[in-house]
């Protein structure tokens, strides 16, 4: 971390959230427990050639046995809110919505809403963290048919809100979209894996599967609405990723007008029909003609209808890249706007240091412009759901407790909320780190370790690492500072 990288301790809202995250697959374990059924992640996690490092999830964090540990250790925390997905397939096993109805599923969840309850924790439920049940997937290749993945998931959405909507009042319908479709669909290093390789249509899957994510969300929130809100009274939105792009060469009008299109192209593709009620920006629809899917005339009105209702921009975040305008004719399934990544610069400049994961560097001054642009394009209040890293060196438990980068990475992010509330006007009402624990990271196995918790995957005990006290000290002290 250079001079200019330094931590403020900026101060923060009296009433800002804070909290910790995870997705089921990720954390649960259990993966055939009391009638669980198959998602397409247990599927993945076991084909041969591994294509996840050869690890999976069957055991990973075993949460699914030790909900009660986890939830003192957040308490002990003083955390805010725990932000859990609910796996599809243990509550409706084979995912559909004329299928039987797994209950010990479902007392699972209950018993985890009321143990957060009792510690005065809040539960924010997403709905859909990458599991789709297998069921569905072997019936109609779920999220590649709008029709029946809509239906199916509002039916298991409205059985989630019957169940669990007495006590959860924020509601998340899809996390990432973006990767959905693309790394789910289009790159295949998540399930169910379709890629160029195996040979599918990845010039329009990964559109269509974005359209499928947006109308089965709208159609969600309506329902939520209409039948559920009224005694409920719960809030309801979608959370969006995306790293901020700043131009590879800021002399140069190319690149600069290709950052500000990586953003259009990451977020907008879906925030602009979601929160917007509008059609695709028209930069994607110029460049990716009729690979992009149209919604019909009744499809716009259900997203104009419903726009309104989403409660707030549930932000993922983790690091800046450049964008770098290409000039070379785009391959035809080209799905960035024709630009490069870089982490470099034209002035030789890193985006910020490096984690202890290629991709991800810090790089908090990309954070808040990025809080900016998305306030400035959709008004709402901004939640971070995810934000965190892992740690340079946490190979044993001893020097993984010490996490100092992440420490610096925390209050350097925090400090650019602080800065992005207090100098730039934008709403940021919570923020949630990811991750809870360390757990499975997808396609990356137990490699990197992201939580601010240190979980010894033989033992499966959990030792929290000096970035956890660091929060907890650390919004003691911002928001005291504003009372
Ligand atoms: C989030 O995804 C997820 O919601 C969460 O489940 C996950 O554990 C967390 O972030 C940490 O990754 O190797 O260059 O191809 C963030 C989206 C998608 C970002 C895959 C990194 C791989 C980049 N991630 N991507 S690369």
């Not at 198959?38 to 699914?64: F, M, Q």
């Not at 010990?104 to 018993?111: L, Q, S």
């Not at 169910?192 to 089965?216: F, M, N, Q, Y």
């Not at 400035?376 to 340079?392: A, F, K, Q």
Request: net charge negative; charged share 25%.
């Amino acid at each position: 971390f250079g001079k200019e990288l330094t931590v403020e301790e900026l101060p923060l809202p009296a009433d800002f959230a804070w909290g910790t995250a995870t997705a089921a697959y990720q954390v649960e374990g259990g993966i055939s427990a009391d009638g669980k059924g198959k998602s397409i992640w247990d599927t993945y996690a076991h084909l041969e050639p591994s294509r996840t490092n050869g690890e999976n999830a069957d055991v990973t964090c075993d949460h699914y046995h030790l909900v009660p540990e986890d939830v003192e250790l957040m308490s002990s925390l003083d955390v805010d809110v725990y932000r859990f997905s609910i796996a599809w397939s243990r509550i409706i096993p084979l995912g559909g919505r004329n299928d039987p109805i797994n209950e010990k599923g479902i007392a699972f969840y209950n018993d985890l809403i009321d143990r957060l309850l009792a510690r005065n924790i809040e539960p924010v439920v997403t709905l859909y963290h990458w599991d789709a049940p297998q069921g569905i997937y072997d019936r109609y290749t779920a999220l590649l048919d709008t029709a029946e993945f809509q239906a199916d998931f509002k039916h298991y959405a409205s059985l989630c809100f019957s169940r669990f909507g007495d006590r959860v009042k924020k509601w998340v319908t899809f996390n990432e979209p973006y990767i959905i479709s693309i790394f789910a669909h289009l790159n295949g290093t998540l399930a169910p894996g379709h890629c160029r390789a195996v040979g599918t249509d990845t010039k329009t899957e990964p559109w269509r599967v974005g359209h499928t994510v947006i109308l089965s969300h709208a159609t969600v929130v309506e329902m939520y609405m209409a039948d559920f809100f009224p005694t409920q009274k719960g809030q309801i939105s979608i959370v969006l990723n995306g790293h901020f792009y700043e131009p590879y060469d800021t002399t140069s009008q190319i690149h600069i007008d290709a950052a500000q299109r990586r953003l259009v192209f990451y977020i907008g593709w879906f925030g602009d029909p979601v929160f917007l009620g509008q059609d695709y920006p028209p930069e994607m629809r110029a460049y990716l003609g009729s690979r992009l899917p149209e919604f019909t005339a009744e499809e716009r009105e259900l997203l104009q209808r419903t726009a309104k209702f989403n409660a707030f921009y549930g932000m993922n975040h983790y690091t800046t890249k450049y964008a770098r305008a290409l000039t070379d004719p785009p391959a035809d399934d080209d799905w960035t706007g024709n630009i490069e990544e870089l982490a470099v610069n034209s002035q030789g400049q890193e985006a910020g240091p490096v984690s202890g994961i290629a991709w991800l560097r810090a790089a908090p001054g990309g954070f808040r412009k990025l809080l900016n642009w998305v306030w400035d394009r959709y008004h709402l209040p901004v939640i971070v759901t995810e934000n965190g890293c892992p740690c340079p060196g946490e190979d044993d438990v001893e020097t993984a407790v010490d996490d100092k980068y992440r420490q610096m990475y925390f209050g350097l992010y925090l400090d650019a909320i602080s800065r992005a509330i207090y100098e730039d006007g934008v709403k940021v009402e919570g923020y949630y780190a990811w991750s809870l624990m360390d757990n499975y990271e997808w396609s990356a196995g137990y490699g990197p370790r992201f939580g601010i918790v240190h979980v010894d995957f033989k033992t499966l005990k959990r030792t929290p690492k000096n970035s956890a006290y660091y929060l907890k000290e650390s919004f003691q002290k911002r928001r005291k500072a504003t009372k």
